[in-house]
Every structure is written in C-alpha cells, then in structure tokens.
C-alpha cells in the first residue's frame, strides 16, 4: 500500500531541513514516493530499495521515462543492503521491519542521520519531531535524529 498523498507531503516536508546528503528509501514499492522525492529535490541523490519485482520493475520504468539522473532503484532487501552511506532514511513499513531496522542501525551505523516513517514508530528511539496528517485517524509521520555515540532510549 503506497503512502497517501498527505503522507508524502508531511515526510518531504521532514526531509527539507535535514541537508543535502542521500536519501534512502526502504521499501520504495510502486516508486511514488521516491519518483517525487527525486523531483523535489533535484540536487540530492535519492535511493530506493525494493524486494517486490513488479513494483520495482514499474519504478524503474518510470525513473527512465522521467529522466531522473539523481534517482537509483535497487531490487534487494534492504536489511541485507550497507546502508552506511545515507544521510537520511524513508520508510512506510510494518512494526516487524522497524524492529528489525531498529537492530540494524544501532548495530551498525557510524555516522548522524535521520529516519523519517509514515505511521510506524522506530522502537528504542526518541522522534524529534511528529506531523499529524489530516486524514480519519491524524496518522503519524516520524522523524528521528540519529546521532552516532548515542545509545537508543529502551
Ligand atoms: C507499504 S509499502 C510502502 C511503499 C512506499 N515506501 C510508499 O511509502 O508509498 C512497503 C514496501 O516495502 C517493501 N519491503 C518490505 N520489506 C522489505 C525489505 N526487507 N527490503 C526491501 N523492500 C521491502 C514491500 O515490498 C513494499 O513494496
């Protein structure tokens, strides 16, 4: 299921004040947010991962058509990916693949950051900031500053 219209207005709005580094998106599916993302921000390099061959195949189609030189699509795991160079982290997953991002950034990253996520919460770290969509149930959209030498909270 592709995040809502308000969903990714909210997430580019979190992104615009996080820095002109790469930005991955975990789990890119049909491409919507990732395509726009792209279009927005035309001078930062934007990533995605995608398991699901037919969403990724249609998104790459569709990168191409557009000509989006500063967009790459990859179709793989992202919790098997190194995932070391983004500055900032996409996503709008399932409380499973939060755990298990969860896990994975505090085991391996080295570096700040920050992960922005349409609904599910990033367990043993602290949003520092909270749009409310307004949508039927005011969903959340996360963002979390990720800093290097910090233990998660938890
Ligand atoms: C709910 S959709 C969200 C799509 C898009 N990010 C958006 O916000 O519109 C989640 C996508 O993540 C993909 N996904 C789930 N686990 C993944 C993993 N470990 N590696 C890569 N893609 C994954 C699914 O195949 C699905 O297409």
């Avoid at 998104?59 to 795991?77: A, C, D, E, T």
Wanted: charged residues 20%; positive net charge; hydrophobic residues 45%.
């Amino acid at each position: 299921m592709p995040s809502s219209r308000q969903a990714r207005n909210a997430m580019a709005e979190l992104l615009a004040d996080t820095g002109s580094g790469p930005v991955y998106e975990l789990g890119s599916g049909w491409g919507g947010l990732a395509i726009g993302l792209a279009k927005k921000y035309p001078n930062r390099q934007i990533v995605g991962y995608e398991v699901s061959f037919f969403p990724w195949l249609v998104s790459v189609v569709v990168k191409r058509v557009l000509g989006l030189g500063n967009l790459v699509i990859y179709r793989r795991n992202f919790l098997l990916a190194d995932l070391s160079a983004a500055d900032v982290f996409v996503c709008f997953l399932d409380t499973g693949n939060m755990r298990a991002i969860s896990h994975k950034l505090s085991a391996e990253r080295s570096r700040d950051g920050f992960l922005i996520s349409n609904f599910f919460a990033l367990p043993s770290f602290e949003a520092d900031n909270v749009i409310k969509i307004d949508d039927l149930y005011t969903s959340p959209v996360y963002r979390y500053q990720l800093r290097r030498g910090i233990a998660p909270t938890g």
